[in-house]
Antibody, heavy 123, light 112 residues
Framework: QVQLVESGGGLVKPGGSLRLSCAAS????????MSWIRQAPGKGLEWVSY????????NYADSVKGRFTISRDNAKNSLYLQMNSLRAEDTAVYYC????????????????WGQGTLVTVSS | QSVLTQPPSVSAAPGQKVTISCSGS????????VSWYQQLPGTAPKLLIY???KRPSGIPDRFSGSKSGTSATLGITGLQTGDEADYYC?????????????FGGGTKLTVL
């Protein structure tokens, strides 16, 4: 069965950095785009970034562009999110999700989600 | 302020039907597929509807989706107390140069 397990969240000071990981299993990881989606406490969903199956394409929300970097290692079935220059407004649960879209179809929907990892940015 | 507009809350009695609307524009819903997600309290979102009206395997046919112009609707029939959750619509938005995935602000369903 498909499993996505995030890790790497925690408490970090404003301006600090954190690297999130997502371990995937139960499907051919290299066949799919992957996305990071976050949810601030008590708020709605916000898409953060996607990466294509071969890492050729990436896309970011304006709110994180230039500060966050998405990457993947298909040999390790793993997805990553490097977060730099963190701000209080980045505080959220971060989910990795399997993304059925492509850069051609833009048919981005998310059929499997991890349990999420909490990132708290506070001094 | 979300790009897609959903009512903050809806409610209905067990066994009844409810609809949740999602309003957008030509740069998002009007020219792209819509998906819907259910988020039970304390859990990750779950895909309910994709490509406007298709259900993933395992999603009961009590859940349905439709799209007309720049709006989409999620319908739930035969409401159960277990349906109490937050519901989100999502789609692609091409109003910015690189495009982006956008979600509605979410609708809290209460089954009275």
């Amino acid at each position: 069965q498909v499993q996505l397990v995030e890790s790497g969240g925690g408490l970090v000071k404003p301006g600090g950095s954190l690297r999130l990981s997502c371990a995937a299993s139960g499907f051919t990881f290299s066949d799919y785009y992957m996305s990071w989606i976050r949810q601030a406490p008590g708020k709605g969903l916000e898409w953060v970034s996607y990466i294509s199956s071969s890492s050729s394409y990436t896309n970011y929300a304006d709110s994180v562009k230039g500060r966050f970097t998405i990457s993947r290692d298909n040999a390790k079935n793993s997805l990553y999110l490097q977060m730099n220059s963190l701000r209080a407004e980045d505080t959220a649960v971060y989910y990795c999700a399997r993304d059925r879209g492509t850069v051609v179809t833009h048919n981005h929907d998310f059929d499997y989600w991890g349990q999420g990892t909490l990132v708290t940015v506070s001094s | 302020q979300s790009v897609l507009t959903q009512p903050p809350s809806v409610s209905a009695a067990p066994g009844q039907k409810v609809t949740i609307s999602c309003s957008g524009s030509s740069s998002n819903i009007g020219n792209n597929y819509v998906s819907w997600y259910q988020q039970l309290p304390g859990t990750a979102p779950k895909l309910l509807i994709y490509d406007n009206n298709k259900r993933p395997s395992g999603i009961p046919d009590r859940f349905s989706g439709s799209k007309s112009g720049t709006s989409a609707t999620l319908g739930i029939t035969g409401l159960q107390t277990g349906d109490e959750a937050d519901y989100y619509c999502g789609t692609w938005d091409s109003s910015l140069s690189a495009g982006r995935v956008v979600f509605g602000g979410g609708t809290k369903l209460t089954v009275l």
